[in-house]
T-cell receptor
Framework: AQKVTQAQTEISVVEKEDVTLDCVYETRDTTYYLFWYKQPPSGELVFLIRRNSFDEQNEISGRYSWNFQKSTSSFNFTITASQVVDSAVYFC????????????FGKGTMLLVSP | EPEVTQTPSHQVTQMGQEVILRCVPISNHLYFYWYRQILGQKVEFLVSFYNNEISEKSEIFDDQFSVERPDGSNFTLKIRSTKLEDSAMYFCASWQNTGELFFGEGSRLTVL
């Protein structure tokens, strides 16, 4: 069975601070995908990244970066120089690497960025 | 940019009533999904649909739920007799094989 744990329920930061959202996962699969989604107050789910378990290179996209550590089963997400618009709930998710695999989501971390 | 569209955005219904939530997946996608998010909780998988049949379903997806793709474009989720605990945001999603699962903006269902 797959499981995703986001231990941080809520994080509050002041604008321009860096913040890291933690994600720890469990799976018996040797190949899998990891995802991060953003859910702003308006409610939609916004795709941020998908990472294949074979690819352990860290990735950077603008102010966002992801640190995948297979040895510790973690896929952490860092926002550099946070902005008020980053305020949202962030979900980490896991899926098997097969044709129509479903996503198992963590409970989410609510990030509040104040001016 | 391609998108998944869902209607209605919000529906209020009385307990025991039937509800149909509609989704138009991205046109060349082959895999379709419904997920549910009870307020303040995590997103949970309900059902996946491929080649005009259910390919996988969760424990949540019991006999009161059904899905169909009646006309080749719409993908619907029907709840036959709604219960209070069905109140949630329902997300439709579609997938092609490129890795990104595209979600719609969700349909909020409130059961009174």
């Amino acid at each position: 069975a797959q499981k995703v744990t986001q231990a941080q329920t809520e994080i509050s930061v002041v604008e321009k601070e860096d913040v890291t959202l933690d994600c720890v996962y469990e799976t018996r699969d040797t190949t899998y995908y990891l995802f991060w989604y953003k859910q702003p107050p308006s409610g939609e789910l916004v795709f941020l990244i998908r990472r294949n378990s074979f690819d352990e290179q860290n990735e950077i996209s603008g102010r966002y970066s992801w640190n995948f550590q297979k040895s510790t089963s973690s896929f952490n997400f860092t926002i550099t120089a946070s902005q008020v618009v980053d305020s949202a709930v962030y979900f980490c998710a896991l899926s098997e690497a097969r044709g129509y695999s479903t996503l198992t989501f963590g409970k989410g971390t609510m990030l509040l960025v104040s001016p | 940019e391609p998108e998944v569209t869902q209607t209605p955005s919000h529906q209020v219904t009385q307990m025991g009533q039937e509800v149909i939530l509609r989704c138009v997946p991205i046109s060349n996608h082959l895999y379709f999904y419904w997920y549910r998010q009870i307020l303040g909780q995590k997103v949970e998988f309900l059902v996946s649909f491929y080649n005009n049949e259910i390919s996988e379903k969760s424990e949540i997806f019991d006999d009161q739920f059904s899905v169909e793709r009646p006309d080749g474009s719409n993908f619907t989720l029907k709840i036959r007799s709604t219960k209070l605990e069905d109140s949630a945001m329902y997300f439709c999603a579609s997938w092609q094989n490129t890795g990104e699962l595209f979600f719609g903006e969700g349909s909020r269902l409130t059961v009174l």
